[in-house]
């Protein structure tokens, strides 16, 4: 079997993000690019099976869409463990423009599981892989916390309002991962970066496909007013003003 | 033309996001001069049904089918897109929550349907279609447009306000055919929490950081949350040592929540730990750091030990109820 991870590249979390002139993008000067936190745990999940020998999975793929300057964020990924990389050559147009994309690059190898994270930290749309399942007509568990093999056949835990369901879906299929499907993204060793050098990337073009949305300007949350003190001394008047100035209580 | 809007059911009932929702696509229909249709699939009573016309669905259609007792992704999809087509859906509305994440991107490429996503208030503009989403993990807001015929609109949970109307609404059953065999997510096991305010519904959280500083001592806070009918949550190091668990963490990688009421106790509030709740209303913070960044995001602070303050607030609070 094989997996197929989905990366993302984002601003380092910790960026404070400053809108560009003319509103229509951010400000990118100085930003560090990190994998997406969900696809960096989900890509560390999908090394734990591959090095597990009972589940039968012989390698790891990482797909990207972006332009070659995004190259060092799928190294950065080879680095950690995956054995090679699928770059589609074009700039994100939208998440239905990034889904087709990449399902056309799955169409031409065969995965059996296809990862994605929830969300990037980026857009926050959610929404790339389901649109990558429902464009290659096959299953997609979303919100899935674990994804572990039993007697060979992968069992997947999903959650749901208020609890999990353990369920099975038949390969291939998506899943869409969150927090908790492995506790600490894996980070690459000396020897990771060395061997990264070397790893396949394939390159393909785009196909050619109408995004369906447009972000056509940015802003800043409303500034929130300033924070008014209680004395440590008499808490309960923090109880008045929320019953009393705040009405949430 | 008609806005769609699919109200998810829990137990055979619906819950006050269900009724956010038709309250949204009301307004939306408004905007488009147009109808408001509600969808529910699943087995739900006549009576639960008709509650959704008290937000202004004028038609409400039932599908219910022994096939449909699992979510499974590709066989809601058909459905949901199968009824778009016949209502003449523009716009189709959905939750953004764990099963509108699963249903609104399939949905999208069926209907060939642009999405905004997380979308927290009505759209800007109808022509072009705008709207207004939490973008950087809540350190921006983005103008999208959706450029496609029909639009699909996820809703951020607690972001709109009911509206309540005089009930007009039409019951209806929807007939729809689904195949055993095209169902292909089998459930093994369930687990479900019970008797617990879910985080993600309540409208008062309390949330716990480092600066607890043991598992021990999450009692008063605890007590807190109950005297305030308020759920549970903690920040990522709490939840990684193990302290409390995974469920409870919010922030960026953990739970999105936009509670009326945040209050967060020992969290000094790292970028991270903010996206996950600067959607709040009213962020309150207890922090013994007085420069801790959680101060500028919230609007009530106290600089102390939360050891001597929370049960306090227990005690203000019970006065409050005599």
């Known amino acids: 079997m094989k997996i197929l991870v989905c990366i993302s590249n984002v601003p380092d979390t910790t960026t404070k993000i400053k809108i560009a002139e003319g509103n229509a993008s951010i400000d990118t000067a100085g930003i560090q690019w990190v994998i997406n936190p969900w696809d960096e745990l989900s890509l560390t999940r999908a090394l734990e099976l591959r090095d597990d020998q009972s589940t039968g999975i012989k390698s790891v793929t990482v797909a990207h869409?972006?332009?070659?300057?995004?190259?060092?964020?799928?190294?950065?990924a080879l680095a950690i463990g995956a054995d090679d990389a699928i770059r589609v050559n074009a700039e994100s147009a939208d998440a239905y423009f990034v889904a087709e994309q990449l399902a056309e690059a799955i169409k031409k190898e065969q995965f059996d599981i296809i990862m994605c994270g929830i969300e990037s930290s980026d857009y926050n749309g959610s929404v790339v892989g389901g649109m990558v399942?429902?464009?290659?007509?096959?299953?997609?568990?979303?919100?899935?916390?674990?994804?572990?093999?039993?007697g060979g056949v992968p069992v997947i835990t999903r959650d749901i309002?208020?609890?999990?369901?353990?369920?099975?879906?038949?390969?291939?299929?998506?899943?869409?991962?969150?927090?908790?499907?492995?506790?600490?993204?894996?980070?690459?060793?000396?020897?990771?970066?060395?061997?990264?050098?070397?790893?396949?990337?394939?390159?393909?073009?785009?196909?050619?496909?109408?995004?369906?949305?447009?972000?056509?300007?940015?802003?800043?949350?409303?500034?929130?007013?300033?924070?008014?003190?209680?004395?440590?001394?008499?808490?309960?008047?923090?109880i008045d003003l929320l019953r009393n100035e705040a009405k949430v209580i | 033309m008609s806005v769609l809007v699919y109200t998810e059911n829990w137990d055979g009932k619906f819950k006050k996001l269900s009724f956010e929702l038709v309250s949204y696509a009301s307004a939306v229909a408004k905007m488009l001069n147009t109808s408001v249709t509600a969808l529910s699939i699943g087995n739900v009573g006549d009576d639960e049904l008709k509650k959704l016309g008290n937000y202004g669905a004028q038609k409400i259609l039932s599908a219910?089918?022994?096939?449909?007792?699992?979510?499974?992704?590709?066989?809601?999809?058909?459905v949901i897109a199968e009824i778009a087509g016949k209502e003449n859906a523009s716009v189709v509305i959905i939750s953004n929550n764990n099963t509108g994440k699963a249903l609104a991107p399939r949905l999208s490429v069926r209907l060939k349907a642009g999405v905004g996503s997380g979308v927290s208030k009505l759209p800007l503009s109808t022509d072009p279609f705008t709207v207004y989403k939490r973008a950087y993990s809540g350190n921006a807001f983005a103008h999208v447009v959706i450029k496609s015929g029909i639009k699909i609109l996820t809703l951020a949970q607690n972001s709109f306000d009911l509206l309540e109307t005089p009930n007009n609404a039409v019951l209806e059953k929807a007939e729809v055919k689904v195949d055993a065999s095209f169902i292909k997510t089998k459930v093994k096991d369930v687990n479900k929490q019970t008797g617990k305010i879910l985080l993600t519904d309540a409208d008062i959280v309390v949330s716990g950081g480092r600066g607890m500083k043991s598992p021990d001592n999450w009692g008063p806070l605890v007590e807190l949350a109950d005297a305030l009918g308020a759920a549970t949550a903690c920040s990522r190091p709490v939840s990684d040592e193990g302290w409390r668990t995974h469920e409870e963490h919010t922030g960026q990688t953990g739970k999105i929540i936009a509670p009326n009421l945040y209050i967060a106790v020992g969290i000094s509030g790292a970028t991270q730990h903010l996206a996950g709740v600067s959607s709040s209303k009213y962020i309150v913070a207890i922090n013994t750091d007085k420069d801790a960044p959680i101060f500028e995001a919230a609007q009530y602070g106290i600089v102390g030990d939360a050891m001597k303050i929370l049960p306090q607030l227990v005690m203000a609070l019970k006065e409050i109820k005599k």
Do not use: W
């Open chain 1, 65 to 76: 869409v972006g332009p070659a300057i995004s190259e060092p964020t799928i190294r950065k």
């Open chain 1, 133 to 150: 399942a429902e464009f290659l007509g096959i299953p997609s568990v979303s919100a899935a916390s674990a994804i572990n093999f039993e």
């Open chain 2, 64 to 78: 219910h089918n022994d096939q449909l007792a699992v979510l499974d992704n590709q066989a809601y999809t058909s």
């Open chain 1, 161 to 238: 309002d208020g609890g999990k369901e353990i369920i099975n879906v038949p390969v291939p299929f998506v899943a869409i991962v969150q927090k908790g499907i492995a506790k600490e993204p894996r980070i690459a060793a000396m020897r990771g970066i060395m061997m990264a050098r070397t790893k396949p990337i394939k390159t393909l073009e785009p196909v050619a496909i109408e995004p369906l949305t447009q972000i056509v300007s940015f802003e800043k949350p409303a500034p929130r007013s300033a924070c008014k003190f209680v004395d440590a001394a008499n808490p309960g008047q923090l």
